[in-house]
């Protein structure tokens, strides 16, 4: 909070508090809610399935050497959260970490939570490549992305599962 002085007035602003915290099991029930929802938007092109809504999850709050889960909040409520995902890139010769995922709940969109996530990471993760996907017609995405340093990659990616 601060507080300024006019003739015998005070004034009081409270400046909004955003943070980005590492992702705990009594998360659990938020972030289910949270990805049901983005799985089921046009930003995404899978549906997913509890299942793996679960497991994802239960990875990120593990000990697990390859996934980290954070939830972003504004004035301590959850708006968001965050999965990654961490590899070896042989192309770029270094540590890789994959967005895998990346939401923030329509209430709390365009208020600095995007930028604010990707300079945590870009600092945690200083000199690592940073990946992720996004759909062609997500401009919104697209434009936080392109504005936090992304370019396209000039292939297509696949996989076999």
């Not at 497991?55 to 050497?65: E, G, R």
């Not at 999965?83 to 995922?101: H, N, Q, R, V």
Request: with cysteine; aromatic share 14%.
């Amino acid at each position: 909070m601060f507080h300024h002085t006019i003739g015998k007035v005070i004034y009081y602003i409270m400046y909004r508090k955003h943070t980005v915290r590492p992702m705990q099991a009594a998360d659990k029930p938020c972030v289910m809610d949270m990805m049901r929802t983005f799985y089921a938007s046009p930003a995404v092109s899978t549906n997913g399935s509890e299942e793996i809504f679960s497991a994802d999850i239960d990875a990120c709050v593990s000990d697990s050497p390859y996934a980290e889960g954070y939830v972003i909040e504004c004035d301590g409520k959850a708006a968001g959260y965050a999965m990654l995902a961490k590899s070896w890139s042989t192309e770029f010769g270094k540590p890789c970490i994959w967005i895998e995922d990346i939401y923030l709940q329509d209430a709390f969109r365009g208020k600095g939570l995007g930028k604010l996530f990707f300079d945590f990471l870009t600092e945690k993760y200083a000199g690592c490549l940073f990946r992720l996907e996004v759909e062609a017609d997500n401009a919104q995405a697209l434009q936080l992305y392109k504005k936090c340093g992304f370019d396209f990659l000039p292939y297509l990616e696949m996989k076999k599962l």
